[in-house]
């Protein structure tokens, strides 16, 4: 079964480090979201994606955040300067029209 | 507006008992799903139910949906130490264009041996 694939499992990056998470989405899907996880807490909606544009992003997803296509096939998420409190489960998903959304299986972001 | 609170936050029981957990959202729903999560894990889905569903059964899960109340519940029957786990339900809610969820706290599950 298609699944929804992120590297890597774990980033350790020091605190103003730029980092970016990697997400392959099922390859017949056309909306692609990150969504992320403090440890102990909600999963929270980051921002989504469709038609190579942004068509929703919460608060969270400030400028310090960017999401790119850059070749039809992954979709990443890029923190510019993390901060200590960017430390979470970052997870991709994607979902083809009408249907629900696939997990990939999250990237552990430790900022030290 | 805080969409998807679950109850109970925890819930402890024995194997082969029944769990029940619940959600209440705010706002008008497209439709509610349902999650697992195994610690420090990713996101398993486990059932979706649509606005216009009452009740939905998948094997030992069985979701409730009452708009009116605008409320759900997911039951595990005959419960097993394998369904410890996080629970959470996620809603998509109507006028929602990029078809984002929107999740709940979650409720931490233990079944016991």
């Known amino acids: 079964e298609p699944e929804v694939t992120q590297t890597p499992s774990h980033q350790v990056t020091q605190m103003g480090q730029e980092v970016i998470l990697r997400c392959v989405p099922i390859?017949?899907?056309?909306?692609f979201y990150w969504y992320r996880q403090i440890l102990g807490q909600k999963v929270e909606f980051l921002v989504s994606f469709y038609n190579n544009e942004i068509s929703e992003k919460s608060e969270i997803f400030d400028d310090q955040f960017s999401v790119e296509r850059p070749d039809g096939s992954n979709f990443t998420l890029k923190i510019r300067s993390t901060k200590l409190e960017d430390s979470a489960m970052y997870f991709c998903a994607s979902r083809p029209p009408r249907a629900t959304q696939y997990f990939g299986p999250g990237t552990r972001l430790t900022v030290l | 507006s805080q969409q998807g609170e679950e109850d109970p936050q925890a819930l402890s029981i024995q194997e082969g008992e029944n769990a029940t957990m619940n959600c209440s959202y705010k706002t008008s729903i497209n439709n509610l799903q349902w999650y697992r999560q195994n610690s420090g894990r990713g996101l398993v889905h486990l059932i979706l139910?649509?606005?216009?569903?009452r009740e939905k059964h998948s094997g030992r899960l069985r979701v409730t949906l009452d708009t009116s109340k605008k409320s759900s519940s997911l039951l595990i029957t005959a419960s097993r130490a394998a369904d410890t786990a996080s629970y959470f339900c996620a809603t998509d809610q109507i006028y929602n264009q990029g078809g984002k969820l929107i999740f709940g706290q979650g409720t931490e599950l233990s079944v016991k041996p």
């Open positions: 390859s017949n899907h056309l909306y």
């Open positions: 139910i649509r606005s216009n569903e």
